[in-house]
Structure formats: C-alpha cells, structure tokens
C-alpha cells in the first residue's frame, strides 16, 4: 500500500541567524531564516508532506511553537522525530521530491550536499531525494529576496 503526501512552508529572512536549508549550514549567506526552530523550510516541507501521507496533521500540530523542545531545535532532529512516527507505522520513505522557491542563495550548488545530510536521515539513498529550485522572476515577496518557500512531495510504502 502507498501513501502520498505534499508539504509546504515558507520563511522570511532574519538578520543575525545562520541560513540552514535541507539540513546543511549555508555558510556564505548573510541572513538566516526566521522561526522557532533554525527555520529550515526545505525540512519543514518534508515534515509537513509526511505527516500529511500518514493523515497525522501538519507540522504545527506536532511542533508547536511554544514547545521548550522546538525552541532553536534542528529541524533535523525534528524529520528524525517524524520518522519514527513513520518507522512506528509500518511505513518507509520511497522517494522525496522538493523545490525550493528563492531568488537566493543560488540552491543548485548544494543539493549533493543537502540529499547526503538528508538521505540518512529518511532512511533512503541519495537518489531518492530530488531538490529542485526556481525563482518567481522577481516577483513578489520572494522576489524582493526577503525569504524562501518550499513545497515537498513524498511517497510511503507500507512494509510488512
């Protein structure tokens, strides 16, 4: 049995944070993204996409931002969370696809980076994970570069 399931989320920049996007530490980018976790919005896509295949709610539900848990947490550790929940449910993760939506940073150039920091983590190879990035040509608030969004899809297989 499959379950598909389709997240999203989207950040503004914050000054003085560190930019963490599909796991990894974007090291020469001078703005982070805003949130209660380090704001990771790729991750976040993913969480929401699988909570969604599992009909579990969304990652608000889970995360809540007055969690003590939640507060500067990695959203890595987060995606390990919901993996269990996923592990828990006689579910696997069979393939990731995301696209990232941002003027910059320019994501194409760490996207071998970010499927090996997340493979490992949703229990797949890297081949499996497919990051993609557009702009809105200027368009918008993400136009203006003042954040990013991401919307993920994921496919679950039940195991026996």
Same mark, same amino acid.
């Given at each position: 049995m499959m379950r598909?399931?389709?997240g999203?989320?989207?950040h503004p ?5 560190p930019?963490?996007l ?13 949130g209660?976790s380090?704001?990771?919005? =790729?991750?976040h896509?993913?969480? #929401? +996409? $699988?909570l969604?295949a &599992?009909?579990?709610g969304d990652i608000g539900?889970?995360f809540? /931002?007055d969690d ?7 959203s ?8 269990r929940?996923?592990?828990?449910r006689?579910?696997?993760?069979v393939?990731?696809d995301v696209?990232?939506?941002g ?5 194409r150039? =760490?996207?071998?980076?970010?499927? #090996? +920091? $997340?493979?490992?983590? &949703?229990?797949?190879p890297p ?5 993609? /990035?557009t ?5 918008g608030w993400l136009?203006?570069?003042e ?7 994921v496919q ?5």
């Open positions: 598909i399931g389709q999203f989320d989207a920049f914050q000054e003085g944070r930019l963490f599909g796991g990894i530490w974007v090291k020469d980018f001078s703005r982070g993204l805003a209660d380090d704001g990771d919005v =790729l991750i896509a993913i969480i #929401d +996409a $699988l969604g &599992l009909a579990l539900t889970w809540r /931002a003590p848990s939640v507060k500067g947490a990695r890595t550790d987060l995606l390990g969370r919901v993996i929940m996923v592990d828990e006689r579910y696997r993760v393939q990731v696209t990232v939506v003027e910059k940073p320019r994501v150039p =760490l996207v071998p980076e970010m499927r #090996d +920091a $997340l493979a490992p983590i &949703l229990k797949v081949e499996d994970v497919s990051i993609k /990035a702009t809105t040509d200027r368009m136009g203006r570069e954040g990013l969004a991401t919307l993920a899809v679950l297989e039940f195991v026996d």
